[in-house]
């Protein structure tokens, strides 16, 4: 089975602090992708990866970076975090030689900021 | 733009039958995903549907009209543990592929005894 994890599954961190969160997958797949999820608006594409050192910037980049150094893991970076990036923080990785992009999603981990 | 509409709430009774409808507008398009998520889990694939028709896969099934941008999940004999959120999801983004999702908002289904 496809696992996907990430480094916590609650946060809580000042205003102005810096930010990691890690997600690591066992399959070997090539895209990985960062999602944040609040209520009533769903899964959103803050940056996605399909291969080391490879990123393209979702819909929501703003205040974000990302780091993938390794195939297997993808960071996600708040430079300077900020009150409205509390929220749940979602890490998915899917592989290309499927045929239904099956996205694998990790745990979450929920973020509150301070 | 890209958007996807479905519904945000829809409840049903414990063993009736429910569907969930979705439209998507996208400038490219691969298939149609159906995501299902309980309070405080993460989300986990159901179905894709890459051509027109029906998908049955046990008690849940999908269908997708390419020409109509339109599908839907259809869920039977309804049980308490199907009370989650649904998400639609298209795969295609800008014409690429990448594996790259865009999802609806999701469907809160409430599962009453």
């Not at chain 1, 749940?88 to 992009?101: D, I, P, V």
């Not at chain 2, 691969?30 to 008690?59: C, I, K, M, V």
């Not at chain 2, 639609?88 to 014409?95: K, M």
Request: hydrophobic share 30%.
């Amino acid at each position: 089975d496809v696992k996907v994890t990430q480094s916590s599954r609650y946060l809580v961190k000042r205003t102005g602090e810096k930010v990691f969160l890690e997600c690591v997958q066992d399959m070997d797949h090539e895209n990985m992708f960062w999602y944040r999820q609040d209520p009533g608006l769903g899964l959103r594409l803050i940056y996605f990866s399909y291969d080391v050192k490879m990123k393209e910037k979702g819909d929501i980049p703003e205040g974000y970076s990302v780091s993938r150094e390794k195939k297997e893991r993808f960071s996600l970076i708040l430079e300077s975090a900020s009150t409205n990036q509390t929220s749940m923080y979602l890490c998915a990785s899917t592989t290309l030689k499927g045929f239904n992009y099956e996205q694998y999603f990790g745990p979450g981990t929920r973020l509150t900021v301070t | 733009g890209q958007s996807l509409e479905q519904p945000s709430e829809v409840t049903a009774v414990e063993g009736a039958i429910v569907q969930i409808n979705c439209t998507y507008q996208t400038s490219g398009f691969y298939g149609l995903s159906w995501y299902q998520q309980h309070d405080g889990g993460a989300p986990t694939f159901l179905s894709y549907n890459a051509l027109d028709g029906l998908e049955e896969t046990g008690r849940f099934s999908s269908f997708l009209s390419r020409s109509d941008s339109y599908g839907y999940l259809l869920l039977q004999e309804l049980q308490m543990k199907d009370s989650a959120s649904y998400f639609c999801a298209v795969s295609g983004r800008d014409g690429g592929s990448q594996g790259n999702l865009i999802f609806g908002k999701g469907t809160k289904l409430s599962v009453k005894p």
